[in-house]
C-alpha cells in the first residue's frame, strides 16, 4: 500500500503563487509515476500535471502549461507542484496520486492506484 498525504493548499490572490507538496509512504518502490488532479464540486477531476518517478519525463493539461510546474524529490518521497500566475479558475480541490504501472501517458485517472484526501486551493479576483 502507499498512503499520500498533500499539504500546502490556502486563499491566494489571483497573480500569486503557491506551491503544494504531496508526502508519500509506504510501498514507494511501486511507484512508476504520480499526478497532481483538481476538483471542482459538481465537475468533473480534471488532470493538470503528471510525473515520472524515475527520469524526466513530465505532462501537463492545458489549462496549466506555461503556470504550474511539477517536480519531485525522491530523497525525501515527496511531490511538489509550484503553481504561479494563479487565476479564479484555479480554485480546486488538488490531490496527488500515484500509479504502479507503465504508461505512454498518464493524465487519464483510471492509469492511477493510489489517491490522496486532498488540499483546497482558493484563488480570489
Known amino acids: 500500500q502507499v498512503q499520500l498525504i498533500e499539504s500546502g493548499g490556502r486563499l491566494v490572490q489571483a497573480g500569486g503563487s503557491l506551491r503544494l507538496s504531496c508526502v508519500i509512504s509506504?510501498?514507494?518502490?511501486?511507484?512508476?509515476?504520480m499526478a497532481w488532479f483538481r476538483q471542482v464540486p459538481g465537475k468533473e477531476r480534471e488532470f493538470v500535471a503528471a510525473?515520472?518517478?524515475?527520469?524526466?519525463?513530465?505532462y501537463y493539461g492545458d489549462s496549466v502549461k506555461g503556470r504550474f510546474t511539477i517536480s519531485r524529490d525522491n530523497a525525501r518521497n515527496t511531490l511538489y507542484l509550484q503553481m504561479n500566475s494563479l487565476r479564479p479558475e484555479d480554485t480546486a480541490r488538488y490531490s496527488c496520486?500515484?500509479?504502479?504501472?507503465?504508461?505512454?501517458?498518464?493524465?487519464?485517472?483510471?492509469?492511477?492506484?493510489?489517491w490522496g484526501q486532498g488540499t483546497q486551493v482558493t484563488v480570489s479576483a
Open positions: 496520486a500515484a500509479s504502479r504501472a507503465d504508461y505512454s501517458s498518464y493524465s487519464a485517472q483510471w492509469k492511477y492506484d493510489y
Open positions: 509506504g510501498r514507494t518502490f511501486s511507484i512508476v509515476a
Open positions: 510525473t515520472r518517478w524515475i527520469g524526466d519525463s513530465t
